[in-house]
C-alpha cells in the first residue's frame, strides 16, 4: 500500500515537474518573440526620433563648448587686469630714475605743421634711414611733446600730446597716482582718470607711466597746471601744463 503512494506522489511530481517545465519553455520562446517585435518597433520608432537625438547631442556639445568658452575669456580678462596691474606697480616702483636726461639724443627739423594740423601731428626730416621706429619719443627741451606715428626711408611724422587721439599712461611724481595724458586737438593736455581727494596740488610734476621699450616710465611732460575739473564719478581731470612750448618749436629731439 505504501508502495502505491509512493508511486502516486513520484508520478504526480514527475507530471508537474513536466509541465512546469514546458510552461517555462513556451513562456521563454513567447519571450524571443516579444523581444523581436520590441527591435522592431524600435527601430521604426528610431527614424522619426533621429532628428530630436541629433539636436540632443548638438545641444550638448554647444553647451559645453559655450561653457569652455566662457571659462576661456573669463580666464583672459582675469589675465590681461593681472598684466595691467602688474605694469601700473612696476611703474609706481620704477618712477622717473628710469629716465636719464643724460641720455644722449639726436636734432631733427621739423619740415611741415600744417594749419588744419597745428596741433595734431608734425613732419620732420628723419627717417628710417636715421633709425627712427614708429612709436618713438619725440622731444623738445627735454620735454615729450609727441611719438613717431609714421615713418618712411627719409622723413617721418609725429603726433603731439595735444592731438585728440593721442593717449598714454602717466603718473604723478610726488603722489605716485596714475592718469592718462590726452590732448583736446585744440592746443591744451589733460591729466585724467585721478582718484579726487589724493591731494593732487598745482605744480606738481608729471611724466610717463609703464608703456613700452620705446616710451619708458619718466619721461618728463610737464606739470599739474591750475585749473581742475572734477568729474561725477569720482575721479578728477587736471590741466597739465607742458615743459615744452608746443606752440611754436622749429626742431626736436629724438
Do not use: C
Not at 521563454?28 to 522592431?40: A, C, H, P, T
Not at 585744440?186 to 582718470?193: E, H, I, Q, R, W
Amino acid at each position: 500500500m505504501n508502495n502505491r503512494r509512493t508511486a502516486a506522489r513520484e508520478f504526480v511530481h514527475g507530471m508537474t515537474a513536466l509541465i512546469l517545465a514546458m510552461f517555462l519553455l513556451g513562456v521563454s520562446s513567447g519571450l524571443g518573440v516579444i523581444k523581436n517585435i520590441v527591435d522592431i518597433w524600435g527601430a521604426l520608432l528610431s527614424v522619426p526620433e533621429y532628428p530630436a537625438v541629433v539636436m540632443r547631442e548638438f545641444y550638448q556639445s554647444w553647451r559645453s563648448w559655450s561653457h569652455d568658452k566662457s571659462f576661456l575669456s573669463s580666464e583672459v580678462k582675469r589675465l590681461r587686469s593681472e598684466n595691467a596691474e602688474l605694469r601700473l606697480e612696476l611703474a609706481k616702483v620704477s618712477g622717473s630714475k628710469i629716465y636719464s636726461e643724460d641720455r644722449s639724443q639726436k636734432t631733427a627739423r621739423v619740415t611741415l605743421r600744417a594749419p588744419m594740423s597745428w596741433w595734431s601731428e608734425i613732419r620732420i626730416d628723419r627717417g628710417s634711414q636715421d633709425n627712427i621706429a614708429q612709436g618713438q619719443a619725440v622731444f623738445s627741451s627735454g620735454y615729450l611733446i609727441g611719438r613717431v606715428s609714421t615713418v618712411s626711408r627719409m622723413s617721418s611724422w609725429a603726433e603731439l600730446i595735444t592731438s585728440s587721439s593721442f593717449m598714454i599712461p602717466a603718473v604723478i611724481d610726488q603722489t605716485r597716482e596714475l592718469g592718462v595724458i590726452a590732448g583736446d586737438g585744440n592746443g591744451s593736455v589733460l591729466l585724467k582718470y585721478i582718484p579726487a581727494g589724493r591731494g593732487v596740488r598745482s605744480g606738481m610734476k608729471v611724466s610717463t607711466a609703464m608703456i613700452g621699450d620705446q616710451l619708458p616710465p619718466g619721461l618728463p611732460i610737464g606739470k599739474i597746471a591750475g585749473e581742475f575739473i572734477a568729474g561725477t564719478d569720482g575721479y578728477m581731470t587736471y590741466r597739465i601744463e607742458p615743459g615744452a612750448d608746443i606752440s611754436s618749436f622749429y626742431t626736436v629731439e629724438y
